[in-house]
């Protein structure tokens, strides 16, 4: 179902990877290992996939994958410090599960993000 089609599956790798990441936070015991470890899995797959969306896109191409896979590094680099650190950590304080709750908040909005972009690969032309 959702071989060579990146929007689905980035979608779900998002949606479930926030759902465990909430659920990680709110459990104890043995089990939370495995959700931790579900969690990763669902939020790291997509992420390979994302890198490669420049040079699948027709308009970028391999001639100017480099410039622009180094301009989505940067910007990742930018989220990555800058929302964490002045805008959900003084959002939730200490409240630790509005924290995650915030966390997983930017995991479904680059779920529904992702549905904006362009279908790519090989199954782009059968839609």
């Known amino acids: 179902m959702f071989i060579h089609r990146n929007r689905p599956f980035i979608f779900t790798t998002a949606i ?3 759902v465990l990441m909430y659920i990680g936070w709110q459990i104890s015991g043995p089990f939370i290992w495995v959700v931790i470890f579900a969690s990763g899995l669902m939020i790291g797959s997509g992420m390979p ?3 490669s969306y420049p040079m699948l896109l027709k308009e970028i191409g391999p001639k100017y994958a480099g410039s622009a896979g180094g ?5 990742q680099l930018i989220g990555a410090v800058v929302i964490p650190t002045y805008l959900i ?3 939730a304080g200490d409240n630790y599960h509005l924290m995650f709750g915030l966390g997983a908040a930017c995991m479904v909005a680059l779920g ?3 549905l904006f ?5 090989p199954k782009k ?3």
């Open 49 to 51: 996939i994302l890198f």
């Open 71 to 75: 301009i989505i590094s940067t910007l």
């Open 16 to 18: 479930v990877g926030a």
């Open 89 to 91: 950590t003084p959002l």
């Open 125 to 127: 032309e059968r839609n």
């Open 112 to 114: 529904i993000i992702n």
């Open 117 to 121: 972009l362009p279908e790519v690969g």
